[in-house]
């Protein structure tokens, strides 16, 4: 680290500079965490080479400095050189995008504008004073006057990749530039345009995508430069769904969602990079308003294979098989469960079709019950064992998700999922008691198959199949024995109350609990007011 500071200060000419540089680079290309006894040296190194960018060297010389900042930005501790704003003005003009009258002006080395954008990358993603410094300079009016010109080809790819990049890190961090990208840059119809463009998108009509989705994967660059779009295209609609929206909106959002309908259909070059777009592409449908949502079953999907009721359902399938897989895996289910049960569950609330589809394929009409609703490899098996999960965000959404898919009937779900496993849901809609959900559903069809209604009597409620047949452990106790044991259990219960170790409970009137002695407090009060009356 030393030589490479000592070359920098004594000069010695571009080519010695750079040679020092590039060896600094090939060691540290792959270095994430560095040395705290190296620090200052480090800092030094950020400054000196900041200066020689000052200086103007040649474009190989000034790729190879960039470089070098871009692998020191990766360590928080050294970014004073580079969060002045003579030092983030430096690389936001070698990133072309000063806002100026020449701020259009094409770098001539693309080389120079790509290291230059990488290094903004970092910067801003660790500085907070750069976050600052880029909304001063209007970075993101920078970038978006650039994307105006994606479908220019004499346009680097890699240069759009990280103007996408850069915007998603500013529009994510602070929330001013996500607001007036929203607001002031048209944000929504100039990404829009710039996905479309990368897939390549033809129109049959009205929200109608040409073509056969299953002809060609999509290339890796276009898999991810699709998703850098979608990215920043998240943070744009962030929030969107929950407000008031004009008729020209109306027609951007569901021009968007026939986009992301396609997106879905679409393979890429591997599972995993299938899977990652999928994962994006589901991300941001949580974000469009449900009502634009119907164009993911729309009955005039080219090239759609699944009908159902007259509607094309292979998205709404990719949906729920892309579920499916997340479930199996098993991990990180917040992150990577919650968004496609989310989409699924307000799709279903609104969107009949789609929610009679997918009923039939999660709850079909019970037959067998003579294992417990979590038990089996079923969607539906799986699903309700996710009811009683750790997360309570992953227990909620996917409880929500049965419960809608139910019409919100109480008896359907307990029919379904057995009242311990619904408990938790029931007690949060104050339904412990019976009763409805407060959405709106058509009349309820009867779905009982004629093997449920023969035993429909024997399943246990509290686990919803029927149960072995057991032993009555009172059998053979005397009357006075069977009176110990059941003031042995009270008296365990009174002990557990009194250490505060549980608290017993009750279903209270409008089916939400509440602790058991307001009732005896009631009852209390209530004879009291007898006895005075009296």
């Known amino acids: 680290m030393e030589r490479e500071v000592a070359a920098v200060e004594q000069g010695g000419g571009e080519a010695d ?58 360590d928080k501790t050294v970014l004073a050189p580079l969060t002045t704003r003579p030092g983030m003005l430096l690389l936001i003009k070698l990133a072309g995008l000063e806002h100026t009258q020449s ?32 909304m001063d300079f209007k970075v993101a009016i920078g970038i978006c006057e650039r994307l105006k010109m994606h479908r220019d080809k004499n346009l680097a790819h890699e240069v759009k990749f990280f103007d996408l990049r850069l915007l998603f890190l500013l529009s994510a961090l602070r929330m001013d530039i996500r607001t007036r990208l929203k607001d002031d840059l048209q944000g929504l119809q100039l990404l829009t345009d710039v996905l479309e463009n990368k897939l390549d998108i033809q129109w049959s009509e009205k929200y109608v995508v040409a073509g056969n989705f299953r002809s060609h994967p999509l290339s890796d660059v276009q898999t991810d430069f699709a998703i850098e779009a979608l990215k920043v295209l998240f943070n744009v609609t962030y929030d969107c769904s929950q407000k008031q929206i004009d008729e020209d909106l109306v027609h951007r959002y569901r021009y968007l969602t026939a986009i992301l309908c396609h997106s879905l259909l679409l393979n890429t070059q591997s599972e995993n990079k299938t899977e990652e777009f999928h994962s994006h ?23 759609g294979t699944i009908d159902y009721n007259g509607k094309k359902m292979d998205a709404v399938e990719v949906l729920l098989a892309f579920m499916e897989k997340r479930i199996d895996r098993g991990t990180n289910l917040k992150e990577g469960l919650t968004p496609v049960l989310s989409v699924l569950t307000e799709c279903s609330r609104i969107h009949k079709d789609m929610r009679k589809y997918i ?30 999960h750790i997360d309570t ?13 139910c019409k919100e009937s109480v008896d359907c779900l307990l029919k379904y999922a057995g009242y311990g496993n619904a408990a938790g849901l029931l007690a ?8 409805r959900g407060n959405g709106v559903y058509s009349d309820d069809e009867d779905t009982d198959t004629e093997e449920y209604k023969c035993v429909k009597s024997f399943i246990n409620p509290i686990t919803g199949h029927i149960e072995d047949p057991k032993p009555n452990p009172m059998d053979g106790m005397t ?29 209270k009137a409008d089916g939400t609990m509440g602790p058991l002695e307001e009732a005896a407090n009631e009852c209390i009060s209530d004879h009291d007011s007898s006895s005075d009356s009296d």
């Open 281 to 303: 592409t589901i991300n941001l449908l949580n974000n469009i308003p449900v009502s634009s949502l119907d164009l993911l079953f729309s009955p005039s999907i080219e090239c």
């Open 359 to 388: 009923r039939s394929r999660v709850l079909p009409p019970l037959k067998d019950v003579t294992n417990r609703p979590e038990v089996g490899t079923t969607l539906r098996n799986k699903l309700v064992r996710l009811m009683t």
């Open 393 to 405: 965000g992953v227990k909620h959404t996917a409880a929500e998700f049965l419960f809608v898919l």
């Open 428 to 435: 949060a809609h104050g339904l412990l008691a019976g009763g």
């Open 17 to 74: 500079l750079e040679q020092r540089l590039r060896a600094f680079n090939r060691q540290n290309s792959q270095t994430f965490k560095f040395d705290l006894k190296e620090q200052e040296e480090r800092k030094k190194l950020c400054d000196e080479v900041l200066k020689e960018l000052q200086k103007e060297p040649g474009p190989s010389c000034q790729i190879t400095c960039l470089e070098t900042i871009r692998i020191l930005s990766r």
């Open 479 to 507: 009357d006075e024995q069977k009176e110990y044991e059941a003031m042995k259990l009270v008296n365990m219960f009174d002990k557990l109350s009194r250490e505060q170790i549980i608290k017993p409970m009750r279903v």
């Open 103 to 134: 701020s259009r002006k094409e770098t001539s080395h693309f080389g120079i504008t790509v290291e230059a954008l990488k290094c903004l990358c970092n910067v801003v993603f660790n500085s907070e004073m750069a976050q600052q410094l880029s």
